[in-house]
């Protein structure tokens, strides 16, 4: 990762931070790669990412003490408002960096934009997303605390997911949840792995299965397996 890309992700977690909002908001997809080197605190895990995408849950209903103008606040970092796909999702593009929020899918799904008025914004539904938000973490970044998905769920959620990307997309989101899941076995936290796996249901299980069988990880197939 360039230092460039890594100082402004610093200083957009900043500004979010002093406008409270980072408070209410958990930080998903693969910068969380980067973030768990604070979580597992050991040489044996070091983290690698290879992309300008930083994605931002908001968890339903959304919670935010006061509202803000986010565009003008990631303007001043350079970051320039703009709108992908034709149902006008909002984004936030910079040379280095592109932030999106997302929401959790419910029902049947829409595509629809989800509103968020206290941050003047729209999110994207995303299936899948209450998965990651179903139980957090913080941790330290620089100056501030970061809301992340448990490790557990952030590589049960990579592998769901892989089955539905392009091959290159579907590749890394593996080898991710790979490297997390050996962080969690070296941490004792396989059970926990485990657990977050058998609750799932069937057909989720299924496709995590599959996505384990074409990655080769077969160790990965032996954790999950009830003792």
């Known amino acids: 990762m360039e230092k460039s890309q890594y100082d402004l992700c610093a200083s957009l977690l900043r500004q979010l931070d002093e406008a409270h909002v980072l408070d209410g908001v958990v930080i998903v997809g693969s910068w969380c790669v980067l973030f768990y080197e604070r979580y597992f605190n050991t040489p044996e895990y070091r983290a690698t990412i290879r992309t300008r995408d930083l994605d931002i849950a908001i968890p339903i209903p959304p919670r935010f003490g006061r509202n803000v103008d986010l565009a003008d606040q990631l303007g001043q970092l350079g970051f320039v408002m703009d709108f992908k796909g034709s149902d006008g999702y909002i984004r936030f593009l910079h040379p280095d960096l592109i932030v999106e929020f997302l929401v959790p899918e419910r029902g049947r799904g829409t595509n629809k934009p989800f509103e968020v008025p206290a941050l003047g914004i729209n999110a994207q539904p995303l299936r ?91 160790k990965i197939l032996t954790l999950l397996s009830p003792m």
């Not at 990651?132 to 100056?143: E, M, N, R």
């Not at 592998?159 to 050996?182: C, F, H």
């Not at 609750?199 to 599959?210: M, V």
């Open 128 to 218: 899948f997303l209450d998965l990651l938000l179903g139980d957090t973490i913080s941790v330290p970044f620089q100056s501030v605390n970061v809301r992340l998905p448990h490790p557990a769920r952030f590589a049960l959620h990579k592998l769901l997911i892989s089955g539905r990307r392009p091959s290159e997309k579907a590749e890394r989101d593996r080898e991710q949840a790979a490297a997390v899941v050996r962080a969690l076995e070296i941490a004792g936290e396989s059970a926990r792995l485990r657990a977050v796996f058998v609750a799932l249901p069937a057909k989720w299980k299924s496709q995590i299965t599959r996505a384990i069988e074409i990655s080769g990880e077969d």
